[in-house]
């Protein structure tokens, strides 16, 4: 028990770092270049740099041809984005936060692909029409397990925290309500992350986690193993 409870410390003191280091906290917008293209961002966005899993998670998602493809988390919009100019027919981004919102239409608007992508906030599904199904759903989740009492106070902490996993906790359990049949549901974690908390979470909503890849990448001064899963009904 000591030792869990001492690794919950070190990681989450390692979110309070990339949260200092991965966000724009200035007054200004930014730009950043990423996957051969130039970016915006906006103060208070997770900034998807070179050598973060934005990067290699957005080139490794299978996009659902001329599908309908739905990313939670969307923050600057890199991956929703991407997902338009790469087969997919109608693209919903959806954040947590204003500010990736507003990242996420700039960025649709600076790639003249607003045709088909819709930028919306919503934590989790709560903002989509009930009706609403994807071919494919993905969210590169809030990695870093923050205590029961911590209080966001930053819009860039959503990106890296997730409140005694609460969030992750649902997508698990909700994601597959809106898939299309034949429809997949991805999610992504990295061993900045508990993974046994995530294993554990998995078999309670009723879920299995296929990994279909992974890498490692430096990420500030850790060296990370970034992995993608499908989330599959048992």
């Known amino acids: 028990m000591a030792q869990r ?6 990681r989450y003191q390692n979110g309070l770092t990339l949260v200092e280091k991965l966000g724009n906290s200035g007054a200004v917008n930014e ?3 990423l996957l051969g293209m130039e970016w915006d961002l906006v103060p208070g966005v997770f900034a998807p740099r070179p050598g ?6 957005t080139t490794a998602v299978p996009y659902p041809a001329d599908g309908r493809f739905l990313e ?6 890199v991956t929703a984005v991407w997902a338009a100019l790469h087969g997919c027919s109608h ?20 790639h003249g692909v607003s045709d088909r992508v819709t930028a919306l906030r919503s934590d989790l599904f709560s903002g989509l029409d009930s009706g609403e199904r994807f071919d494919t759903v993905f969210w590169n989740c809030s990695v870093i397990e923050a205590p029961e009492e911590f209080e966001y106070t930053r819009e860039v902490e959503w990106a890296i925290f997730d409140r005694g996993y609460a969030a992750l906790s649902r997508y698990l359990s909700e ?10 549901a991805l999610v992504t974690f990295n061993s900045l992350g508990d993974f046994s908390r ?8 009723g879920v299995a986690l296929d990994r ?3 890498c490692q990448r430096w990420l500030a001064e850790d060296l990370v193993t970034f992995n993608l899963f499908e989330v599959v009904l048992k």
């Not at 973060?52 to 998670?57: A, D, R, S």
């Not at 994601?175 to 997949?184: D, I, N, T």
């Not at 995530?198 to 909503?205: D, G, H, I, K, P």
């Open 5 to 10: 409870e001492d690794q919950f410390r070190e």
């Open 31 to 33: 730009e950043f270049e």
């Open 52 to 57: 973060t899993g934005t990067e290699w998670y």
């Open 72 to 77: 939670i988390g969307s923050g600057a919009g």
């Open 91 to 110: 693209v919903t981004a959806t954040d947590i936060t204003e500010a990736a919102v507003r990242n996420t239409l700039r960025n649709v608007q600076r």
């Open 175 to 184: 994601v597959h309500e809106w898939l299309l049949p034949g429809g997949r």
């Open 198 to 205: 995530m294993r554990e979470l998995a078999e309670r909503s």
């Open 212 to 214: 279909i890849d992974s």
